[in-house]
């Protein structure tokens, strides 16, 4: 008979340990053949390791049951380990000898400088980054790759140097003209407080150079590299420059990043030259980059400068409808920046008789705006067939080299092809749980039967796909009355699918709805904030979410099950149909509505 023992420690823990042969060792971190358990325990050895300390046993209490109460006191070891292993100096003395030591060791000299490096890189200071590289020159040590990137960084004005190219402009912009409205500031909206040191034209002529000192070093720079040149020479301003580095990177082997072209995209913008940013645009596109809000609202800000035709404003308007939702603060000003402008006039078809007004709207939960005219509501903007398609194999693809078993994968997509099409995809396992989190709460069959059932009532038309792991179909749960019912009726129909053992359900119901097209719905209350989700496309991700995510409430029962529909339209920007005038919403992240519309007078 196995029994239990329960060793009652002097600090208040309890542990418990299964005991079932005649003899017990008790050891300090391992077993020993030294210590027995009094034979007034007979037949039941502690198979409990204690750890590094030893027990004393002053008394045991018996029970007429098979269990037994032994009351031990820690004392610290005398004779467990060699001296030479013990700890010195009371707990934590053995890490502290050791951190000691560290402290002390004595580092080389190429060490020292590429700490001191990566020290002034950290507190952006050049003159320090500098002042080593200067000794290691000396010393005839040869740097490494990171310790350049990291110097170049400093030069290029680190993560500030959008912040400070827009003021240098402000600036200039200012003292010849104290009237100028132009819109500045990064794409965070703002420095974190680069250095109280200046970076001046010398300090990024040294940082230029050091491209010639790694050419001498056979040091091969990276992209990181030419990206801090590009900022330098647009900081320097060199815009053109700036954009040959851009182009340069791929034509080296190495690939480009968005970032490599943002310097020279944003020199244009400041200076309101629209046809070369629009350049920069074109630039992008040709080496497969897509670009993002700030992208775009440096186009719109280089647009009020004129020099393009109001047709390629309305493209970069339309493509942040596409792929954007809410807009930052610093993209609306961009934004309102280019209406209220001269070019955005002289685009208009009676530009001597016409002007754009800017006003805060309001949208109504059924997408009406009062403030556009009479019955005018915003639309639903949903994905291409040509999106989605590109959409699913992404998620097709992201999900096989997720898989323990990539075949499993491929299976569940022939299954679904066989047997589909689905309109309604049920993250089981999401319903499933949803307000159990009570004593007697527990996975709901129930509640998944009532989704199934609602859908059947009020989506005739979309037929539901139920998705579960497989081990929910063999837990306890899965064994009621109410779930074998409802498994059998769903595989029966063959809109049944449990997802093999070492899969992520996630990437399965995700890629079913996805594939449903743009009248499928996926019921589930997930955020999908898991880094998972993170790897999606974000501008297919995001505007198929808002679109088909349907939520859902239980209140107390299966049968108080409510639906909560995504919105009859889309937060995005938007050209609004049926206006008398060309009309454009904007939404803010803070709420907030712009419109413009063209008035004629």
């Known amino acids: 008979m196995v029994s239990r023992l329960r060793l009652l420690m002097t600090f208040g823990r309890a542990v418990t340990s299964s005991f079932t042969s005649p003899s017990t060792q008790i050891s300090c971190g391992r077993l020993i053949r030294s210590s027995k358990i009094p034979s007034l325990v007979p037949g039941f050895p502690l198979k409990y390791i204690v750890g590094p300390l030893q027990l004393r046993i002053p008394e045991i209490v018996s029970s007429r049951r098979p269990a037994y109460v032994l009351q031990a006191h820690l004392t610290p070891p005398t004779s467990m380990e060699p001296p030479s292993k013990r700890q010195k100096g009371g707990p934590g003395g053995h890490q502290k ?16 400088i590429r700490l001191a490096i990566q020290t002034a890189a950290r507190e952006r200071s050049i003159d320090n980054a500098f002042a080593a590289y200067d000794r290691a020159k000396e010393l005839g040590i040869k740097l490494t790759l ?84 590009a900022r330098m020479e647009a900081l320097a301003g060199n815009p053109d420059a700036a954009l040959a ?16 072209f943002t310097p020279a995209l944003v020199a244009y913008a400041e200076k309101g030259n629209a046809a070369k940013a629009f350049e920069v645009d074109t630039a992008i596109a040709a080496v497969g980059l897509e670009s993002g809000e700030n992208e775009f609202g440096r186009l719109l800000q280089a647009a009020a400068g004129g020099g393009v035709e109001i047709s390629a404003v309305e493209a970069v308007l339309y493509r942040m409808s596409r792929e954007l939702q809410c807009l930052q603060p610093i993209t609306i000003e961009r934004a309102r920046a280019f209406f209220t402008s ?23 939960e059924d997408g009406a705006c009062p403030a556009a005219g009479e019955g005018i509501k915003l639309a639903a903007v949903d994905l291409t067939p040509s999106e989605y398609e590109e959409f699913k194999i992404g998620v097709a693809e992201l999900a096989a080299k997720q898989e323990r078993q990539p075949n499993d994968f491929k299976n569940f997509v022939l299954w679904l092809e066989q047997h589909g099409p689905f309109g309604a995809v049920i993250d089981a396992a999401n319903v499933a749980f949803y307000g159990q989190n009570f004593d007697s709460g527990g996975f709901s069959f129930a509640q998944i039967g009532a989704v199934v059932d609602r859908l059947h009532e009020t989506h005739a038309e979309l037929r539901p796909l139920v998705l579960l792991h497989v081990n929910r179909t063999k837990a306890q749960a899965a064994q009621s009355s109410t779930a074998v019912a409802l498994l059998d009726r769903l595989r029966a129909e063959h809109c049944f699918f449990a997802t093999p053992a070492g899969s992520n359900d996630d990437w399965y119901w995700m890629y079913a709805a996805v594939a449903a097209g743009n009248s499928g719905l996926l019921v589930s209350n997930d955020e999908m904030r898991d880094h998972l989700f993170h790897m999606l496309s974000p501008k297919f991700f995001e505007k198929w979410k808002h679109r088909h995510q349907l939520r859902y409430t239980f209140n107390g029962s299966p049968d108080s099950l409510e639906f909560d529909y995504p919105p009859p339209f889309t ?28 008035n004629q007078f």
Do not use: Y
């Open 97 to 112: 000898q050791q951190q000691q030591k560290r402290k002390h060791k004595t580092l080389t000299p190429e060490v020292e």
């Open 146 to 229: 990171d310790s350049f990137a990291c110097i170049m960084f400093l030069c290029s004005g680190g993560d500030d140097w959008e912040f400070m190219l827009s003021s240098a402009n402000s600036l200039e912009a200012d003292s010849s003209n104290p009237s100028n409205g132009n819109i500045n500031g990064s794409g965070s909206g703002g420095a974190t407080g680069f250095s109280s040191e200046v970076i001046t034209p010398e300090l990024m002529a040294r940082g230029r150079n050091l491209l010639d000192d790694m050419a001498a070093a056979a040091i091969v720079p990276n992209e990181i590299c030419f990206t801090a040149l």
């Open 571 to 598: 937060t995005c920007v938007q050209k609004l149909v049926g206006t008398a005038t060309p009309s454009w919403v904007l939404p803010c992240v803070d709420g907030t509505w712009t419109l413009a519309k063209l």
């Open 245 to 260: 580095i851009a182009v340069s990177i791929g034509e080296k082997g190495l690939l480009p990043r968005l970032r490599c």
């Open 342 to 364: 001269d070019a955005a006039k002289q685009g208009s078809a009676s530009p001597s008789s016409s002007s754009w007004i800017l006003e805060e709207c309001s949208v109504a």
